[in-house]
């Protein structure tokens, strides 16, 4: 086997400054970008799946160390059906409120559990959600939610978006 001589520092110095005038001549590479990540909203980067943002820290964590793709998706897979994610899920569509948000925004907010749960294969029926949403009305709604109840058919769920919408 046959070695090579140590570059001497003058030789090094030529090579190093010729490989960094190579880069700047080239402009930035494929990995650098011009502008800065917000990371604060959805769609903050170019180019960067907004579904990227909504990854939590604790996913990041648990999949660093991972050397495969299959092993990434299964440790993902496992953390979001497991009982105690369905479960906290669960908690956060019993606790909501409206409180001052618009009806919109309760309404996603609370549909957002509900898909959150069917992707964990855990679906929920329409009438169980409208009970979840009704729950989480202050005393105002109370009118809306009396003639809710004196109707003889079930309300559905855009019937209780829209009365809620008029009743704001």
Avoid: H
């Avoid at 909504?54 to 964590?61: F, M």
């Amino acid at each position: 086997m046959c070695c090579l001589p140590k570059p001497t520092d003058e030789q090094w110095l030529s090579n190093t400054k010729s490989r960094e005038a190579s880069k700047a001549a080239a402009g930035p590479g494929p990995s650098t970008s011009s502008r800065k990540c917000s990371g604060t909203r959805p769609g903050g980067c170019k180019g960067v799946p907004p579904d990227l943002y909504l990854a939590r820290k604790e996913v990041l964590i648990e999949v660093a160390a991972l050397t495969s793709s299959k092993a990434m998706w299964d440790a993902i897979r496992s953390m979001f059906t497991s009982t105690s994610w369905i479960n906290n899920l669960r908690i956060a569509l019993a606790n909501g409120r409206k409180e001052n948000k618009t009806v919109t925004v309760y309404f996603t907010e609370t549909k957002s559990y509900t898909e959150e749960l069917a992707r964990a294969g855990k679906t929920l029926a329409e009438e169980k959600l409208i009970s979840y949403i009704l729950a989480g009305l202050d005393k105002n709604y109370n009118p809306l939610v009396s003639a809710l109840d004196a109707r003889m058919e079930e309300v559905t769920l855009n019937e209780l978006f829209a009365q809620m919408s008029n009743f704001d």
